[in-house]
Protein backbone atom coordinates (compact mmCIF):
# COMPACT_ATOMS: atom_id res chain seq x y z
CA UNK A 1 0.00 0.00 0.00
CA UNK A 2 3.03 2.78 -0.63
CA UNK A 3 -0.30 5.35 -1.18
CA UNK A 4 -0.50 5.31 2.38
CA UNK A 5 3.48 6.10 2.72
CA UNK A 6 4.32 9.44 3.58
CA UNK A 7 6.92 11.62 1.58
CA UNK A 8 10.04 12.00 3.42
CA UNK A 9 10.28 15.92 4.25
CA UNK A 10 13.26 16.84 1.73
CA UNK A 11 15.50 19.55 3.36
CA UNK A 12 18.28 21.56 1.37
CA UNK A 13 21.91 19.64 2.82
CA UNK A 14 22.78 22.47 4.59
CA UNK A 15 19.74 22.71 6.64
CA UNK A 16 20.28 18.99 7.50
CA UNK A 17 23.82 20.08 8.47
CA UNK A 18 22.53 22.77 10.86
CA UNK A 19 20.03 20.25 12.49
CA UNK A 20 22.93 18.17 13.67
CA UNK A 21 20.11 16.01 14.57
CA UNK A 22 21.41 13.05 17.28
CA UNK A 23 21.21 9.62 16.42
CA UNK A 24 17.35 8.66 17.12
CA UNK A 25 16.03 12.42 16.50
CA UNK A 26 14.40 12.73 12.66
CA UNK A 27 12.95 15.11 10.77
CA UNK A 28 9.03 14.27 10.29
CA UNK A 29 7.66 17.60 8.57
CA UNK A 30 9.04 20.87 7.26
CA UNK A 31 8.04 24.32 5.86
CA UNK A 32 9.49 27.56 4.62
CA UNK A 33 8.01 30.71 6.59
CA UNK A 34 7.29 32.73 3.38
CA UNK A 35 7.86 36.12 5.49
CA UNK A 36 11.72 35.54 6.39
CA UNK A 37 12.70 32.28 4.23
CA UNK A 38 13.12 30.62 7.75
CA UNK A 39 12.92 26.47 7.58
CA UNK A 40 10.08 25.69 10.35
CA UNK A 41 11.41 21.72 11.35
CA UNK A 42 9.53 18.89 12.93
CA UNK A 43 11.40 16.20 14.57
CA UNK A 44 9.92 13.29 16.37
CA UNK A 45 11.37 14.95 19.44
CA UNK A 46 11.31 18.76 18.51
CA UNK A 47 10.25 21.86 16.77
CA UNK A 48 12.59 24.02 14.91
CA UNK A 49 13.61 26.60 13.91
CA UNK A 50 16.43 27.44 11.12
CA UNK A 51 16.90 30.95 10.29
CA UNK A 52 18.41 31.75 6.85
CA UNK A 53 21.80 32.77 8.69
CA UNK A 54 21.77 29.61 9.95
CA UNK A 55 20.57 30.05 13.90
CA UNK A 56 19.19 27.11 14.71
CA UNK A 57 16.18 27.21 17.66
CA UNK A 58 15.02 24.07 18.93
CA UNK A 59 12.29 23.73 21.52
CA UNK A 60 11.17 20.23 22.71
CA UNK A 61 7.37 19.69 22.26
CA UNK A 62 6.24 19.54 25.84
CA UNK A 63 7.51 23.34 25.93
CA UNK A 64 4.39 23.96 23.25
CA UNK A 65 1.28 25.12 25.21
CA UNK A 66 -0.84 25.50 22.53
CA UNK A 67 -0.77 26.09 18.42
CA UNK A 68 -3.50 27.19 16.11
CA UNK A 69 -3.40 27.08 12.03
CA UNK A 70 -5.30 29.59 10.58
CA UNK A 71 -6.11 27.69 7.06
CA UNK A 72 -6.95 30.52 5.22
CA UNK A 73 -3.51 32.45 5.58
CA UNK A 74 -1.81 28.86 5.93
CA UNK A 75 -0.60 30.34 9.25
CA UNK A 76 0.85 28.75 11.90
CA UNK A 77 1.13 30.09 15.53
CA UNK A 78 2.76 28.62 18.98
CA UNK A 79 2.28 29.90 22.35
CA UNK A 80 4.79 28.49 24.73
CA UNK A 81 4.58 26.94 28.54
CA UNK A 82 7.17 29.64 29.96
CA UNK A 83 4.91 32.44 28.13
CA UNK A 84 7.91 33.83 25.90
CA UNK A 85 7.22 35.37 22.54
CA UNK A 86 5.05 33.34 20.47
CA UNK A 87 5.94 31.81 17.03
CA UNK A 88 3.89 32.84 13.88
CA UNK A 89 4.77 31.24 10.40
CA UNK A 90 3.24 31.26 7.32
CA UNK A 91 3.45 29.08 4.79
CA UNK A 92 1.86 29.97 1.69
CA UNK A 93 0.41 27.04 -0.12
CA UNK A 94 3.20 24.29 0.28
CA UNK A 95 3.24 20.92 0.09
CA UNK A 96 3.74 20.29 3.58
CA UNK A 97 2.27 18.06 6.57
CA UNK A 98 3.52 20.33 9.36
CA UNK A 99 0.43 21.04 10.49
CA UNK A 100 -0.89 17.57 10.43
CA UNK A 101 2.65 16.52 12.33
CA UNK A 102 2.41 19.58 14.88
CA UNK A 103 -0.73 18.33 16.35
CA UNK A 104 0.88 15.23 16.45
CA UNK A 105 3.64 15.86 17.91
CA UNK A 106 1.81 18.13 20.58
CA UNK A 107 -1.20 15.65 21.48
CA UNK A 108 1.84 12.74 21.72
CA UNK A 109 3.60 14.88 24.87
CA UNK A 110 0.10 15.04 26.84
CA UNK A 111 -0.12 12.49 29.64
CA UNK A 112 -3.03 13.98 31.32
CA UNK A 113 -4.88 17.03 31.79
CA UNK A 114 -6.83 18.46 34.71
CA UNK A 115 -8.55 22.09 34.75
CA UNK A 116 -7.61 24.37 37.98
CA UNK A 117 -10.75 24.23 40.38
CA UNK A 118 -11.02 28.12 40.39
CA UNK A 119 -13.90 30.49 41.18
CA UNK A 120 -14.16 33.66 39.56
CA UNK A 121 -12.76 34.61 36.36
CA UNK A 122 -9.37 32.83 36.99
CA UNK A 123 -8.57 29.63 35.10
CA UNK A 124 -5.60 27.20 34.78
CA UNK A 125 -4.68 24.04 34.09
CA UNK A 126 -2.17 20.91 35.50
CA UNK A 127 -0.60 19.46 32.58
CA UNK A 128 1.34 15.95 33.05
CA UNK A 129 3.29 16.05 30.12
CA UNK A 130 6.03 13.47 28.25
CA UNK A 131 9.47 15.14 27.33
CA UNK A 132 10.07 12.48 24.15
CA UNK A 133 13.53 12.18 23.78
CA UNK A 134 13.96 10.85 27.50
CA UNK A 135 11.23 9.58 27.85
CA UNK A 136 10.03 11.07 31.23
CA UNK A 137 7.04 12.40 33.06
CA UNK A 138 7.08 16.33 33.97
CA UNK A 139 4.55 18.22 35.50
CA UNK A 140 3.05 21.43 34.07
CA UNK A 141 1.07 24.45 35.66
CA UNK A 142 -0.30 27.09 33.38
CA UNK A 143 -2.48 29.71 35.15
CA UNK A 144 -4.78 31.51 32.70
CA UNK A 145 -5.99 34.98 32.70
CA UNK A 146 -7.35 36.13 35.66
CA UNK A 147 -5.22 33.44 37.77
CA UNK A 148 -2.47 35.37 39.89
CA UNK A 149 0.13 32.99 41.31
CA UNK A 150 0.23 34.28 44.65
CA UNK A 151 -3.10 34.05 45.04
CA UNK A 152 -3.81 31.36 47.80
CA UNK A 153 -6.98 30.19 46.60
CA UNK A 154 -4.75 29.66 43.45
CA UNK A 155 -2.30 28.27 45.32
CA UNK A 156 -4.22 25.76 47.16
CA UNK A 157 -5.92 24.60 44.05
CA UNK A 158 -2.68 24.15 41.61
CA UNK A 159 -1.31 22.01 44.72
CA UNK A 160 -4.75 19.84 45.25
CA UNK A 161 -4.94 19.31 41.61
CA UNK A 162 -1.17 18.44 41.27
CA UNK A 163 -1.29 15.76 43.88
CA UNK A 164 -4.68 14.61 41.77
CA UNK A 165 -2.80 13.63 38.22
CA UNK A 166 0.72 13.12 39.69
CA UNK A 167 -0.97 10.37 41.59
CA UNK A 168 -3.20 9.27 38.54
CA UNK A 169 0.21 8.62 36.36
CA UNK A 170 2.44 6.88 39.34
CA UNK A 171 4.29 10.35 40.03
CA UNK A 172 3.71 9.86 43.54
Known sequence: ??????AKPQLPPQVLEQLDLPKGERVLASAI???TGAHIVATNWHLTVVSPDGQVTARPWHEVDAGQWESQ??????????R???????????DTRLPETFHERV???IVLAEELPLEGRGSGRVVIRRDLQHDTLL?????GRG???DDPQVQDAV???????????GLR
Open 147 to 149: ARA
Open 73 to 82: TWSLTVTWID
Open 33 to 35: DKL
Open 84 to 94: KRPGQWTFGEQ
Open 1 to 6: MSFLKR
Open 159 to 169: ARTRAFVEDAV
Open 139 to 143: TQTVL
Open 107 to 109: RAS
